[in-house]
Each structure stands twice: as structure tokens, then as C-alpha cells.
């Protein structure tokens, strides 16, 4: 028999189910889910208090998460979400999203912006790109070694990636570029106050516009000159492009810098994956298995809905927590172990369903040009601090690290 609370928004958790969603880091290892997560994933769907005292619903088991997120039932619209979490400045009720923020709309709206954009983002359109992504890397790599032999690799390497790849998908002028950037970087920069990423927001959004305008005045060999010839105004490209912007950069740079932390914390894997380079693609799936760096994806119930025996009723949120879901033994056999030669398959780190990551291939083609292309470049490669003193960005929405130090051996042959 399904599960049935006495009421909406009673709590009817048995002493042993979490009030919150666990969230604390700072014991254990900096690459797995909070320990009171992981402890949760032998029951796939339990009840949890949200940070406004809903009460609604945690999802940690991968055969729950995936019927869930495919099921046209849940709403992703932010008007209908509660904040699983405490969070600074948080309104009572969210607003609805902004134009061109496919992420917080459901069909049809969503539709109608997801079929224009799906098929700029092939498997094979985005590893057309690879050798754009081979000479940027190169680019940030060339400036890492030339002001070496030390850096903080996340502002040296792994944010200018993806941002650059940005640059290049939206045509912005190499002329703006560093300006481009300059406003991404503290846009991003958790140690900047909230004043100055307001003023670096408004700033992207207000160039973003104007480049809708460049570019149907002067259409250029890009993905936002394509748009252009779509059936879209000017306000809805420009929320587009800012959509691509948040959802594209921050994931990819953490994704790199934490992948690479990961990496050089388990050095076996590291030297299989120098002496099988074959391995990179399943390389490339394990860390975003084992890493899940966006987390969590909160929906809402449209309507009663019965998973894994339970019923979820209309109007409760559901938090499916991607650390945990990818950490399921059930699907995923010794699943803390970072394992670069398994079939990662089916990992749920890019979502699933009518809201999977559309740049999903643009991130693996980043990862996959990128990380080993910085371990040939720096073989002697290591941390400049000891591991428990790398800045975790345990507050943030999507995980990483803050900054990570590095070193090499200049006069090294390996360097």
C-alpha cells in the first residue's frame, strides 16, 4: 500500500527520518555526498522538512530519481518550489522565471524553447568543436606555465575553459572578451560581495542585449547568429544566452577543477588514465558520476503520484539529490570507489527527462580535451597545499572548490 501522510504538511517521519536535507561536508572526504546523505540511500524516496516547513519529499535512490524526473507530472516552475535549504535573501514565494529561463518552465512553454535549442547542441555539432576547445586549452594552459610554477588552478584554468567556449558559441568580439570575462569571474566569485555581483549580473545582461542586436544586424558563423533567424524577441535571446551562460560555466569550471583535485588525490587512477588515454570518455563519466557537482534539483507534484509504493501528493515538493542518486549501489556496485575504468552509464549528473542539461555534450567534450591535456603539460602536477586546506564551496549550488593551488617543477623534463 502507497504511503499516505495524515495531511498535506504534516510531518509524519518516524524518529529516524531526517527533519532537513543534510548538508554538512566538513568531516570525511571532500569528494562524497554529506555523510548524512549517503546514510539515507537505502530508503529511495522518504519524507523531509524543506527550510520554510513544507513538508515534502527526498529522493536518493536512482530508480526513483529517473521516474520521477521523467514523469510529466512534476513541475520544475520555480513559483511552486520550496527552498530545501535556508537561503539568504530567499522570497516567501519564488517568482515565476525570467524570459528565456527554460530551466523554471514546463511544457508547452518549455517546449517551444527546447526544440529550437536541441538541435545546436548534437553529439556531433558540439565535438565539431573540438579542435576550438584544443586551442583554448592550450591558450590557458601556455599563460598557466608562462606565469608558473605556481597557480590557483581554478582562475587559471578551469573557469577560463568553459567561459572562453562560451565566448566562441555566442560570438562575443575578441575585443570584449576580457570584459566578458572580467564580469564572469565575479559573477562566480564567492568571495565577492553581493553589490558587486549585482552590478557584474546587470552588466552581462545589459552586453548580452546588446549582442542580440550586433548580431541580427551582422550575423556571424555562431550559435546565437542562428537564433537570431528564430521566431524569438530580442529579450527572449538575451535570457537565452544568460540561461547558456549560468548553466554552462559554473558546472563546467567546477567540474574541472574538482575533477582534477580528484584526480590528483588518487593518483593510481591518474597514471591509468595517462597510460591509457582510450580510457578518457568513461573517464570523463565516472568523475560526473562520482562527483555530482549540481545538486539538488527540487520539483513539485502536479498531481498524486505513487513511486517506489509511496504517494506523493499534489502540491509537495520533491528534492532529488543527484549526490546520492549517483552514489545508489543498486545501480552502481562499490559506488564511492572512483573507479575511471567503469561504464558510468545511466548517471544522472546531467538530470534526466525534458529538463536534461541541454550543453551536456559541450561539457564532456570541455572535460575531455581539457583534463588531459593539463596533465600532459604538467606531469609533475600537485597540490600546493596539503588536501584538508583546499576552500570547499560547500555553500554553494553547485559544489566545488574555491580555489585550488598547484605547483610543478620548472626545470622538471616532465613540466
Known sequence: MPHEPTAPGTFDATPDEPPTLPTDRRTG???DPPAG?????????????YA?????????????ARALLADPRISSRYELLHPPVPMAGMPEVMPPAQVGDIIGLDAP???????????????RRMRQLTERVERLTAECLDAMEAAGPTADLVTAFAQPVPALMICELLGVPYADRERFQDEVATLFDQSADEEAKGYAYTALLQYLGELVVAKRAAP???????????????????????????????????????????LLSNPAQLDTLRAEPALVDQAVEELLRYLSVADPLPRSALEDIEVEGRLIRAGESVTISVQAVNR?????PDPDRLDIRRRATG????????????????????MAVALPALFARFHALRLAVPPEEVPLRDRANIYGVVSLPVTWDEDSPDA
Request: hydrophobic residues 40%.
Open 37 to 49: 546523505l549517503t546514510a539515507l540511500t537505502g530508503e529511495p524516496l522518504r519524507r523531509m522538512r
Open 220 to 262: 556571424t558563423d555562431d550559435l546565437l547568429s542562428d537564433l537570431t533567424t528564430a521566431d524569438l524577441t530580442d529579450e527572449e535571446l538575451a535570457g537565452l544566452c544568460g540561461l547558456l551562460l549560468a548553466a554552462g560555466l559554473d558546472t563546467t569550471a567546477n567540474m574541472l577543477a574538482l575533477g582534477t583535485f580528484a
Open 29 to 31: 572526504c571532500p569528494f
Open 347 to 366: 548517471h544522472l549528473a546531467f538530470g534526466h527527462g525534458i529538463h536534461q542539461c541541454l550543453g551536456q555534450q559541450l561539457a564532456r567534450v570541455e
Open 52 to 64: 520554510d516547513g513544507h513538508l515534502g519529499w527526498l529522493v536518493t535512490g536512482h530508480a526513483a
Open 328 to 332: 545508489d549501489p543498486h545501480k552502481f
Open 109 to 123: 512553454e518549455h517546449t517551444r524553447y527546447r526544440r529550437l535549442l536541441t538541435g545546436k547542441f548534437t553529439v
